[in-house]
Nanobody, 126 residues
């Protein structure tokens, strides 16, 4: 079974930065689609970033484009999301997700991912 565990969430002032990490076991991140989603109160789960590492393809939501970077550490088998210039509207529970199989590109919707972490809270204050 594939297990994902997020870490790195916390509270930060607007304009600050956070680096979220997702430790993956049971699969090799370089051979899977990996993604970060977030869910804020009263809002639907939103895709933040996806990465097909083997294909070198990344996707970012318009709301975070230019402020977020998804990356992989192959030695540690982790996937990270670096977020800069954080805004109060970035406040949400952030989830990492993974899908295994053969891909041309990664799905951007949550229903495209089978494996999910437990989530980590990010709070941005003004």
């Amino acid at each position: 079974q594939v297990l994902l565990v997020e870490s790195g969430g916390g509270s930060v002032q607007a304009g600050g930065s956070l680096r979220l990490s997702c430790a993956v076991s049971g699969a090799t991140t370089s051979r899977a689609c990996v993604a970060w989603f977030r869910e804020a109160p009263g809002k639907e789960r939103e895709g933040v970033a996806t990465a097909y590492i083997r294909g070198g393809i990344t996707y970012y939501a318009d709301s975070v484009k230019g402020r977020a970077t998804i990356s992989q550490d192959s030695a540690k088998n982790t996937v990270s999301l670096q977020m800069n210039s954080l805004k109060p509207e970035d406040t949400a529970i952030y989830y990492c997700a993974a899908a295994t199989g053969l891909f041309i590109s990664c799905p951007v919707g949550s229903n495209g991912y089978r494996y999910w972490g437990q989530g980590t809270q990010v709070t941005v204050s003004s």
